[in-house]
């Protein structure tokens, strides 16, 4: 019921929209709470596919590892599996205007301000976006794999995180888990970047401690497959900071919206001329999503919030010679202790 606790208090502190929003995503969580198993129960269980099985018990040695080693909490969350039939779990809804880079930003009392709204059905995620862009606005509606709601509930292995590679299995899992961990209400953006940097250096470090299973050849396998992620989104990060650049010089012109908005279509050229380039698709694959889909202020919007503080956390892991679990302890007390959580690392750095 806490769902519901936590709904019906924030939906106090807002205007009619906000607690029809919030109904729903309450509806949602009691829903996927009602469908949790016990993870023991579905390794159990002889109807269970045995690639799911395999999959599943990946997601609990990457927990066991991140509560172990990593020092992500543990608790009753990841002990329970919610199977979503192939389906993605959850829609996420980013808007931003045509002539800023900055995400709209929505206000919860208990995450603060986050740069999307997210939706249990699609139908309910693109009406959003049809609104949305009514007004004027760009967006971008992205499929959820997973999600955190940071210790309010005990949040479950949804069969959307065991999808893909070994590597990506880890990294979303250990991701999640750093949610539940710290959290800093109103800071979507060091908080998504920092989980994503625990979740892709973590995942690294565990299949190097591992192996991750199958053998040494798989074992090297993965691990190099982690890391190889790992330096994938670095380079793709460093790969956009110059078009942003030209993008926030232009946005800050004096030039007329219209302009503005002429000479944004030329620097999103450039950017898929040079992604198609520099990251090619690999032999009989499609290329990546964002050769694909249409760019605009949103997209790029997505990929700030979940990379745009990578080179800072960086600097703290260089300044901790790379020791993860000591780079996690640090940002807990700067969390838990501080008073400014954000200047005190900052601080740190400096030294």
């Known amino acids: 019921m806490r769902a519901l606790v936590v709904v019906a208090v924030v939906a106090q502190l807002g205007g009619c929209s906000t607690v029809t929003y919030l109904a ?11 469908s949790r198993r016990r993870i023991t129960e579905v390794l159990g269980d002889p109807t269970v596919k045995a690639d799911t099985k395999a999959r599943l018990q990946l997601a609990v040695s990457a927990r066991a590892f991140g509560i172990e080693v ?7 969350a990841y002990t329970r599996f919610v199977d979503t ?14 002539d800023r880079l900055r995400p709209v930003r929505h206000h919860f009392a ?17 009406r959003k976006q049809a609104e949305l862009e009514a007004r004027g606005l760009d967006t971008f509606v992205g499929e959820v794999a997973g999600y955190s709601t940071l210790g ?27 949610h539940g961990t710290l959290y800093l209400p109103g800071h979507s953006d060091w908080n998504e970047s ?3 940097f625990v979740g ?23 691990f190099l497959e982690a890391a190889a992620r790992q330096k994938q989104a670095e380079r793709f990060s460093q790969f956009l900071q110059p078009f942003v650049h030209q993008l926030e010089t232009l946005y800050a012109g004096p030039s007329s919206l219209e302009e503005k908005l002429r000479a944004r279509e030329v620097i999103f050229q450039r950017i898929r001329d040079s992604f198609v380039v520099q990251f090619p698709a690999k032999p009989g694959k499609k290329p990546s999503q964002f050769a694909r889909a249409p ?29 993860l679990a000591s780079f996690i302890r640090l940002y807990k007390h700067a969390v838990n202790d501080e008073d400014d959580p954000l200047a005190y690392l900052k601080r740190y750095k400096s030294r």
């Open 24 to 34: 729903q995503q309450g509806i949602g969580q009691l829903r996927i709470m009602h």
């Open 70 to 76: 990593l020092g992500l909490r543990g608790g009753d």
């Open 85 to 98: 039939e192939g389906r993605p779990l959850a829609w996420n809804v980013w808007a931003a205007p045509k």
């Open 110 to 126: 208990i995450a603060g301000d986050v740069p999307y709204l997210g939706y249990f059905r699609e139908r309910d995620a693109l």
């Open 152 to 178: 309010i509930t005990s949040d479950p292995v949804f069969s959307s995180m065991l999808e893909g590679s070994p590597a990506h299995i880890v990294e979303v899992t250990l991701h999640e888990m750093l």
């Open 194 to 196: 920092l989980a994503t």
């Open 200 to 222: 892709l250096r973590g995942a690294a470090l565990f299949f190097a401690a591992t192996g991750g299973g199958g053998g040494a050849k798989a074992a090297k396998n993965v």
């Open 295 to 323: 760019l605009n202020n949103a997209v790029l919007a997505v990929h700030a919030t979940y990379h745009g503080e990578t080179p800072e956390h960086a600097r703290v892991l260089d300044k901790l010679h790379g020791d």
